[in-house]
């Protein structure tokens, strides 16, 4: 489905990624883990289309996302939540979310997508004329979330959706990954709490100084002595 091949990218002059290979397979849970600083959110915005790749390309079901703006990725059936949500907190709940609809596709099915984002988020139904900004940190990564399921995507990218969140919310967040998934949503996702991360993927990939150290089956790694004393303090 989606495979990413030898990226490298940056800002300016100054490189980030060195050489990042990286795939996801239908209806498959993927998470890219790795220390703050790492390349995590430049990696998922070259996926996106947000940060242009310097080498390498993109590819998702075999067409070529390397140089598209990223209206035409969203197009394409890869949706973002970006880190720190990004909401418009003016705006209501229903109109964050119809943003995450603009694309021809999305719009004709806006109402059974909003539907479904409903059931996924009950909370949100209930928020639906609320300002987004006025929302605590958990239902804000849920319109976020919610968002990018408007788009209707065959690939979900999630950037960091456990931070600055209490754990239990955290914990509600991951739940809902897993049955957006469970649902034929690929996901990759991007995160700092590895255990979280590792635990609910399929397969996993270490990334430091920009670069990939680790790859394999994720509760592999997760029961590996070398990421134990790395990353969970053991």
């Not at 490189?15 to 390349?39: K, R």
């Not at 999305?106 to 997508?113: F, G, H, L, N, S």
């Not at 996924?120 to 990018?148: K, T």
């Amino acid at each position: 489905m989606l495979e990413v091949r030898g990226i490298s990218s940056g800002y300016g002059t100054a490189q980030a990624l060195w050489d990042i290979s990286i795939e996801v397979e239908e209806q498959e849970i993927v998470t890219l883990v790795g220390p703050n600083g790492a390349g995590k959110s430049t990696f998922v915005n070259v996926v996106a289309g947000l940060t242009r790749s310097w080498e390498g390309s993109v590819t998702l079901d075999g067409k070529d996302l390397t140089r598209l703006p990223p209206a035409e990725v969203c197009q394409h059936g890869v949706a973002i939540v970006p880190e720190g949500r990004r909401l418009f907190a003016d705006l209501t709940v229903t109109d964050n979310l119809d943003i995450g609809a603009y694309h021809r596709e999305a719009r004709a099915k806006r109402d059974e997508t909003y539907e479904r984002v409903c059931d996924i988020f009950p909370i949100l139904a209930e928020r639906h004329n609320q300002r987004a900004g006025n929302l605590s940190g958990g239902e804000q990564q849920m319109v976020a979330i919610g968002r990018a399921l408007m788009a209707r995507p065959k690939l979900l990218l999630l950037d960091e959706p456990s931070l600055g969140l209490a754990p239990v919310i955290v914990e509600t967040i991951f739940d809902v990954i897993r049955q957006i998934n469970e649902t034929g949503t690929s996901v990759l996702i991007v995160e700092q709490n590895v255990v979280e991360a590792l635990e609910l993927a399929a397969r996993a990939y270490v990334l430091e100084g920009g670069r990939i150290v680790r790859s394999g089956d994720a509760t592999e790694l997760l029961q590996d002595e070398d990421l134990q004393k790395a990353y969970f303090g053991m």
